[in-house]
């Protein structure tokens, strides 16, 4: 028997979101489940970025699905700037209220030569600081400064803090791949449920 002030275990089984955008650039769809066993299926067109999103899914145990074609003949920046966006969106829209969330994540990732550290908060106000430098301007073909453009993307439309050090590192893909995997750790405890808290985690009362 419960109470009105009986506290309520916060369900999961509902966060998950399908989000598709359509623009002159790019046709972009993203399914979305934070309470995923770490899947993906990862299609933009871009390999490297590809990868990276399969680490995000994988270490952050999302269930990631994402398809897209955008207008690649000129190159790579509207289609990863647009599938972080949509991704941001479906990862707040998946939140729903954000109740019982631990709504912080940090992680500290290595990767051979290369160190992330990755803080988030998952406020509802976006802000983003990024520390890092890539010793080439490519890998591969996709150009590095995508990286940063893909993460301020993926904060300003999840509403969230997103600050990221990258202290060391002689190699570029070293260095990306750190970031993605020190992110994945980090939303995957910022989204996770607190079983100690039956309520949103702010003295607002709203994020």
């Not at 871009?46 to 699905?65: N, S, Y």
């Not at 490519?138 to 990221?164: Q, W, Y």
């Amino acid at each position: 028997m419960t109470t009105p002030d009986t506290p309520q275990k916060v369900k999961t089984t509902c966060r998950m979101k399908d989000i598709s955008r359509r623009t002159r650039e790019t046709q972009i769809s993203v399914s979305l489940n934070l309470d995923g066993s770490g899947t993906s299926s990862i299609a933009t067109g871009v390999g490297f970025f590809d990868h990276m999103l399969d680490h995000l899914a994988r270490h952050g145990m999302l269930d990631l699905k994402v398809q897209a074609t955008g207008d690649l003949h000129i190159d790579a920046h509207h289609t990863v700037e647009d599938v972080s966006l949509v991704l941001g969106a479906a990862i707040l829209q998946a939140l729903g209220d954000k109740r019982g969330i631990y709504r912080y994540g940090w992680a500290s990732v290595p990767m051979e030569d290369a160190l992330a550290n990755v803080a988030l908060d998952l406020s509802g106000r976006p802000a983003f600081v990024f520390n890092a430098r890539f010793p080439a301007p490519k890998i591969g073909e996709f150009d590095v400064e995508l990286v940063p453009e893909a993460l301020r993307s993926l904060a300003n439309t999840a509403g969230m803090n997103l600050h990221i050090n990258v202290p060391y590192g002689t190699n570029s893909h070293h260095i990306a791949e750190a970031i993605f995997k020190a992110l994945a750790k980090a939303l995957r405890q910022a989204v996770a449920i607190d079983p100690q808290s039956h309520d949103i985690p702010s003295t607002k009362g709203v994020l």
